[in-house]
């Protein structure tokens, strides 16, 4: 079954307190990214990578960071989290082959920092 | 970042009615997404558009690519109450990147 996974789904800590976000799928797609949602603005996109040791910037990347050493995980680390980055987050992966377009969306992981 | 303009923002369905709701912005894209997203959960991938015109059904769910590349229709048919939640629609840039409307709340109307 196609799988993108995240750990963990809540987490509660306080500001300054590094934490690492896990995302693995099972679909050996190329392209995997990071979201944010927030009420009322939709998902905005952190950091995308499009292959194994290739990452970029999205919309909102300031206070994240990402790697990508293996094509399956994409951790997210927030080194030193604030309370503006308490939201709900959702790790995806996709691919566009052949004219059309498959894209998974993990369960979210709702962070709350204090 | 860009962003695209979503409406209505929310909406009330009683069961059997049809839903409309669109997207617009002000650059092309050349592929247009559809998801929905139900409470506690990830995002689902409902319809995807690749054409200018293109018109595409998945059960009682219908989309369309705006001819000018700019907007984008779904239309939900006799609607049920499984059908309630928040309808992303997303547009893909040349060169990847894709961008998320803020969202139509579906309420059940009581």
């Known amino acids: 079954e196609a799988q993108v996974t995240q750990n963990p789904r809540y987490l509660i800590t306080v500001t300054g307190k590094k934490l690492t976000v896990t995302c693995s799928q099972n679909?050996?797609?190329?392209?995997m990214s990071w979201y944010r949602q927030d009420p009322g603005l939709g998902l905005r996109q952190i950091y995308y990578s499009m292959n194994v040791e290739v990452t970029d910037k999205g919309d909102v990347p300031e206070g994240y960071k990402v790697s990508r050493k293996e094509k399956r995980n994409f951790p997210l680390i927030l080194e030193s989290p604030s309370p503006n980055q308490t939201s709900l987050y959702f790790c995806?992966?996709?691919?566009?082959?052949?004219?059309?377009?498959?894209?998974?969306f993990g369960p979210g992981t709702r962070l709350t920092v204090t | 970042g860009q962003q695209l303009n979503q409406s209505p923002q929310s909406m009330f369905i009683q069961e059997g009615e049809d839903v409309s709701m669109n997207c617009t912005s002000s650059?092309?894209?050349?592929?247009w997404l559809w998801y929905k997203q139900d409470p506690g959960e990830g995002p689902v991938l409902l319809i995807a558009?690749?054409?200018?015109?293109e018109l595409t059904s998945n059960g009682r769910l219908t989309a369309q690519f705006g001819i000018t590349r700019k907007d984008s229709f779904l239309n939900i048919s006799a609607s049920i109450p499984s059908d309630v939640g928040i309808y992303f629609c997303a547009g893909l840039e040349y060169g990847n990147k894709l961008v998320f409307g803020a969202g139509t709340i579906l309420r059940v109307k009581s």
């Open positions: 650059s092309i894209f050349n592929t």
């Open positions: 558009l690749y054409k200018a015109g």
């Open positions: 679909m050996n797609h190329e392209y």
């Open positions: 995806a992966s996709r691919r566009y082959l052949g004219g059309t377009y498959e894209q998974y």
